[in-house]
């Protein structure tokens, strides 16, 4: 059954990771079939928000006009598929600012569910780390991982989670699968 609000980590999740950080809208690639899931999510009629981690900001590696160029960018892409995200909740913030939004603490998810009127329970968040899962398990939120971005390693290194949540090979595939 489709719930009626899915929330996205972004890098790794719906474009591509980078260890040294997506820096500029030229560095933000989607996944190949991600742009066409998140269409077939929205024609579904599921809210589709984002929740995301950009210590980037913090660390002075990009600015929030950059950052707001890289989501437009996303935005219009999205709208050759006719779809649209209904949210994004952005942590600006850096690993050693102690904030309450900063995965793997649920402060984003928590902003998106309030912001959408939907208990935890009732969405679903769809991640590629470690720090993805803890922060839906902190508040009884749904968890996916998609071996996409950093699943592959997040998987290699947590093995339970096999026995704790699903796992797709990426977000095209989680979105096959619940449709």
């Known amino acids: 059954m489709l719930p009626p609000l899915i929330i996205l980590d972004r890098d790794g999740v719906i474009n591509e990771d980078s260890e040294s950080f997506i820096k500029s809208p030229d560095e933000f690639t989607p996944i190949p079939g991600s742009l066409e899931a998140i269409a077939k999510l929205k024609k579904s009629g599921a809210i589709v928000a984002i929740a995301t981690n950009q210590s980037g900001l913090a660390r002075g590696l990009f600015t929030t006009t950059i950052l707001q160029q890289m989501h437009q960018k996303l935005a219009t892409l999205l709208a050759k598929q006719n779809a649209k995200i209904d949210y ?89 699968q619940i449709l």
């Open 88 to 176: 994004v909740a952005i942590c600006p913030h850096g690993p050693n600012d102690h904030c309450n939004c900063r995965k793997p603490k649920p402060g984003l998810l928590t902003e998106i569910c309030q912001k959408f009127n939907i208990t935890p329970q009732s969405a679903i968040f769809i991640g590629d780390s470690f720090r993805d899962y803890e922060a839906a398990k902190t508040i009884n939120m749904p968890f996916a991982l998609v071996l996409s971005g950093k699943g592959s390693k997040t998987l290699a290194e947590h093995p339970l989670l096999q026995q704790e949540v699903s796992i797709y090979q990426d977000l095209e595939a989680f979105t096959k």
